[in-house]
Each structure stands twice: as C-alpha cells, then as structure tokens.
C-alpha cells in the first residue's frame, strides 16, 4: 500500500480537517428551516428595527429644534439649523451603531477606586 506524499497529502488532510470543523460547526448552531416559526413570533427583528429608527429620527429631530431656537434668540438663520441637523445626524448614526453593539459604550470616567486620570 502506498502513501500519498506531497500534494495529496496536503489535500487529504485540508479534506479531513474540512469535514470535523463543518461536523463541530453544525453540532454548536443547528439549522432552522426556513417554515418553522421563531419562538417569539418573528417580532423581536420588528422591535429592535422601531428603537433604532426612533432613536436616529428623535436625534435629528432634537437637533434641528435646536438649531432653529439658536436661530431664532440669535438671529443667525440659517447656520444654527444646519450645523445642528448635521450634529444630530451624526449623533443619531452614532446612537445607532452604540445601540447596535458595532460601537462601544462610552467609559462612565468611574473605576472602583474613583474618577479615573
């Protein structure tokens, strides 16, 4: 009997390796089929799609009224307004990517032994 050598060697063993990681792979996360129903009734995707698109929305809209209340004790429209929507807009897309795990929570500046330096 003889032993591959060399090329189908490697082969054999990324076609062996291959298999036990798919095989440990579908034992931690088991399909579902695409009819069967979520435990929650399909409506947590729901849920969390209305908090992020509130929050983005309620961002801009906060951001925009200030402007227009700088603009108007001011009187500098229509720069108050715009530089305020454009900073509730980026705080609303930031709002967005801390609620959506992408970002990372800011530090409160508390450690256990008090403010941190």
């Known amino acids: 009997m003889c032993m591959p ?7 054999d ?9 798919e095989a440990k ?3 931690r996360n088991p399909v579902r089929k695409q009819d069967e129903p979520s435990a929650d009734g399909g ?14 929305i309620s961002a ?3 951001g925009a009224g200030l402007g227009w ?6 009187g500098t429209s229509p720069w108050g307004l715009i530089i305020f929507l454009l900073l509730g807009f980026a705080a609303g897309v930031l709002n967005v990517l801390r609620s959506a795990g ?4 800011p530090k409160t500046g ?4 008090g403010p941190d330096r």
């Open 102 to 105: 992408v970002v990372a929570q």
């Open 5 to 11: 050598s060399g090329p189908e060697k490697s082969r």
């Open 110 to 113: 508390m450690g256990p032994d």
């Open 13 to 21: 063993d990324l076609a062996r390796r291959t298999q036990e990681l």
């Open 60 to 62: 801009i809209a906060v």
């Open 43 to 56: 409506t947590a995707g729901y849920g969390q799609a209305m908090k992020l698109s509130s929050e983005f």
């Open 69 to 74: 209340l700088i603009d108007k004790v001011a």
């Open 25 to 27: 792979l579908a034992a």
